[in-house]
């Protein structure tokens, strides 16, 4: 079945370095696809997203980058903040009306 | 505007008794998803609607049974609850898009415990 892989499960770093979570998808015809973080007993929101027809997607310190060849999209943090720390979920989205998540990745930020 | 509503916010059932958890938007949105999370197993779909009327399967159906007699609200009912049902329910909502869909829109969480 369709389904999302991400990692790492968990990412330590300090303040003021990057982070990357990658995630790869199963579903060719998957044309979109978000990132999410949830803070401790809160909702997931969204933080960025990008469509398939699009290789690179920036907002500030966040940055999205999808290979469909290789079925594999990223998120980069750059100069992480103390608030950055949360779990962060990737997801897909086909014709299929389904959005498939990742695991999710606890992302610390050791100041 | 409040978005997705979910009510209740927190529930202990024993095994056995039923409930049903609702959820309400009002964005006018045509897709709507029940979703559970456990830890370490991310979001795993429930049963999601694609408009009034409709609804459908996803990864983890069994146990649970859904209602969308209207738009806006997305019901999901547990007939006799099970320990293994124990976990937090979102509930969130989409736009319909043409060629692409928009983000999804979650509810706060119900946390249920089922003893």
């Known amino acids: 079945g369709e389904n999302v892989e991400q990692h790492p499960s968990t990412l330590s770093v300090q303040e003021g370095d990057s982070a990357v979570i990658k995630c790869t998808y199963s579903d060719s015809a998957s044309n979109y696809f978000p990132w999410y973080k949830q803070e401790l007993g809160k909702r997931p929101q969204l933080i960025i997203d990008?469509?398939?027809?699009?290789g690179e997607k920036k907002d500030q310190r966040i940055a999205v980058t999808l290979n469909k060849t290789a079925k594999h999209f990223s998120l980069h943090i750059t100069e992480t903040q103390p608030e950055d720390s949360a779990v962060y979920f990737c997801?897909?989205?086909?014709?299929?009306?389904?959005?498939?998540f990742g695991t999710g990745t606890r992302l610390k930020v050791l100041a | 505007n409040a978005g997705v509503t979910q009510t209740p916010k927190f529930r202990v059932l024993k095994t056995g008794q039923s409930m049903t958890l609702l959820c309400a938007q009002d964005?006018?949105?045509?897709?709507m998803y029940w979703y559970r999370q456990d830890p370490g197993m991310g979001l795993r779909l429930i049963h999601y609607s694609v408009g009034e009327g409709t609804t459908a399967k996803g990864e983890v159906p069994d146990g649970y049974n859904v209602s969308r007699l209207k738009k806006q609200n997305f019901l999901l009912g547990l007939e006799s609850a099970a320990p293994s049902q124990t976990s937090v329910y979102f509930c969130a909502s989409s736009s319909a898009g043409s060629s692409y869909n928009s983000p999804l829109h979650f509810g706060n969480g119900t946390r249920l415990t089922v003893t």
């Open positions: 990008i469509r398939s027809n699009v």
């Open positions: 997801a897909s989205f086909s014709g299929t009306y389904k959005y498939i």
């Open positions: 964005m006018n949105h045509e897709y």
